[in-house]
């Protein structure tokens, strides 16, 4: 299934049950490979917001966003609650600041 598709299955489950938090997600990740953020930031919103759900995936989205958006200070609220949702993301995120070497970013 090609995004637009997916953009539009989406859409008519949420047209179809507001509460769809799976027809949210996908669709805010589809929006995202569009380069929509502004759309894919009103699905998220949506979520966290009004739907209250505690994904930290959906924080990790958002966070991505609004780093893309230069809200750092949002951006890292977001992970912030992303990893006290999974704190598994902290050994993930910690694996992608490693060189070449295999030294961190806080390893001189």
Do not use: W
């Not at 669709?27 to 699905?43: P, S, V, Y």
């Not at 209250?52 to 959906?58: C, I, L, R, Y």
């Not at 949002?74 to 598994?88: E, F």
């Amino acid at each position: 299934m090609n995004l637009i598709d997916i953009i539009v299955e989406t859409t008519k489950a949420i047209s179809e049950n507001a509460k769809n938090v799976d027809a949210y997600k996908q669709r805010a990740i589809a929006l995202i490979q569009m380069e929509q953020l502004d759309e894919a930031l009103k699905d998220l919103d949506m979520l966290i917001n009004r739907l209250k759900v505690q994904d930290a995936e959906v924080y990790q989205l958002r966070a991505g966003i609004r780093m893309q958006k230069a809200d750092k200070n949002g951006a890292l609220a977001d992970l912030q609650v992303a990893m006290k949702l999974n704190p598994q993301l902290l050994e993930m995120l910690n694996g992608r600041f490693q060189s070449a070497e295999g030294k961190s970013c806080h390893e001189d």
